[in-house]
């Protein structure tokens, strides 16, 4: 069971950590809009990882979920196979959190945003394929946001190395795991899920590297809305 | 006058920027000693919001710009988010009492009085049912009331608002796609008017209603515009070509 926990890394308090770089992930790509149904849809791929996401609303929201100056939002994760467990619960909490601190709900009172996450394969950082996921299709639904965010796993091996977009098997052989939510402003950690045993070293050195990687990813956002919109420039 | 502010927010018109994207006011350290020089500041329209000296962009699409200082987001989006002044397509969903519901597709439903319509009064009730189309107006369109339609403007006349919609079909769109065509020089109209006559209603909330003269026609235009969205515009005129060809 993965620990959880939100934290704010100020960058005047942070310790002097070397980044190598050049930060290695895999190949990612990204689809907006390819549903019809939803207000909004987006599917992202991330080496074999691969999830898919719908967004409804603003819409009509039920009297018991009402939220009298701000939108409710509700994140499902859908797993590949079977029921949703505690496991995905824990990571719908960790994506609807970092949703609701880049959203600007107060705009919608008492309306409802539902955010759909369909895991369609699983090959390791898979929060993060969630996480970004999220971010395109609450993009594609036109919902406004203060920033963006972006996802970064991060895996230490048993030697000590990182590995930035771990796969399945890395995670495996790896004995510590995070997981952080980097804005795009000012490459701030909105949200972290760590698991397994690591130093306070170690950890700033994620961080580190996960904010190296977000530039990748944030590069990837623009490109990819600015092909999306490219036919009506 | 012209501060850095206003260059670099006019560098970027018609480009792409996303959500987080900032633009930071010069700070006014000018003080100007006549009283009618006020210092420029722009006007934000959708996906902009102004916080201190900076300018913050809150949704993603092309940056568009309206002389002399009006900017806005132009998004792709497909749920309407009523507001003042538009004109949309609704659905009578109840009758209940005094007032109409309409579902206008946005969170919630809105309201439209009976007495709304043109020469209605408390004796002369229009005849709306449930499941009637109405082209109206939003008089009170905020976040924190509940919309409220009229099918009346200011003199009381209809002015093409109320109920309609006998043999033609509604359909959505992007409310991208309906701004275009709504824009003062619509390619995309243009385009339709040389292809055949048919009557369009176009709402702001992304709906549209078609008749021409046979259903087939109607079926062709309704095609033809939910293509609109992913064409590029010389792939739309190829089609149009293709359709007069057609020998229709």
New interface residues.
């Given amino acids: 069971v993965s620990f959880l926990r939100r934290s704010k890394f100020e960058e005047g308090g942070m310790m002097e950590v070397s980044a190598s770089n050049n930060v290695s992930l895999r190949e990612f790509g990204c689809e907006q809009n390819l549903l019809s149904r939803p207000d909004g849809s987006a599917s992202f791929v991330q080496g074999d990882t691969s999830v898919m996401a719908g967004v409804y609303g603003p819409a009509e929201v039920k009297v018991s979920k009402e939220i009298y100056d701000r939108a409710t939002l509700e994140v499902l994760l859908q797993p590949k196979v079977g029921p949703a467990g505690v496991r995905e619960q824990s990571q719908e909490q960790c994506v609807r959190e970092t949703c609701e601190a880049a959203l600007l709900l107060s705009l919608h009172p008492r309306s409802s945003l539902t955010l759909i996450l369909q895991v369609l394969h699983d090959d390791g950082s898979l929060l993060s394929c969630c996480l970004n996921a999220a971010c395109m299709a609450l993009m594609d639904a036109g919902l406004s946001m203060s920033c963006l965010f972006c996802g970064v796993t991060c895996a230490i091996g048993a030697d000590g190395d990182i590995i930035a977009d771990p796969t399945a098997a890395q995670e495996k052989e790896s004995r510590a795991l995070m997981t952080f939510a980097i804005d795009s402003t000012e490459r701030r950690v909105m949200m972290s899920s760590t698991k397994g045993s690591f130093s306070v070293q170690e950890l700033q050195e994620c961080v580190a590297v996960s904010q190296k990687a977000s530039e990748k990813v944030f590069q990837f956002y623009r490109d990819s809305v600015r092909r999306r919109y490219s036919k009506n420039l | 006058l012209a501060s850095g502010m206003f260059s670099s927010l006019k560098e970027k018109i ?1 480009e ?1 920027l ?3 994207d ?1 633009f930071v006011f010069e700070s006014e350290d000018t003080i100007f000693l006549t009283d009618n020089v006020k210092p420029e500041r722009p006007v934000c329209g959708p ?1 902009l ?1 102004q916080s201190g000296n900076r300018l ?1 962009v ?5 940056l568009r710009h309206k002389p002399p200082h009006t900017f806005w987001m132009d ?5 309407y ?1 009523p507001a003042k002044a538009e004109t949309v397509i609704g659905i009578v969903t109840s009758k209940s009492g005094d007032i109409f519901k309409v579902d206008v597709g ?3 439903q809105a309201s439209l009085s009976y007495l709304a319509f043109e020469g209605a009064t408390k004796r002369n009730r229009p005849n709306v049912q449930v499941g009637d189309l109405v082209f109206a107006q939003f008089t009170v369109a905020n ?2 009331m509940e919309p409220e339609l009229v099918c009346i403007d200011g003199s009381g006349r209809a002015n093409g608002m109320g109920v309609f919609g006998g043999g033609g079909l509604l359909l959505k769109v992007s ?2 796609l309906v701004r ?1 065509l709504l824009a003062p020089q619509s390619d995309i109209r243009s385009d339709l008017e040389q292809l055949f006559p048919c009557e369009l209603v176009v709402g702001m909330n992304g709906r549209i209603w078609v008749r021409a003269s046979t259903i087939q026609q109607t079926l062709i235009i309704s095609n033809l515009l939910q293509s609109c969205d ?3 515009a010389p792939q739309r005129r190829e089609q149009f070509r293709k359709l007069q060809k057609g020998g229709l």
Wanted: net charge positive; aromatic share 4%; proline share 3%.
């Fill in positions: 018609g792409v996303l959500p987080g900032e996906g919001r913050v809150s949704k993603s699409g092309v998004s792709q989006q497909w749920r988010v946005g969170s919630e976040k924190d409310l991208g275009r992913t064409l590029t």
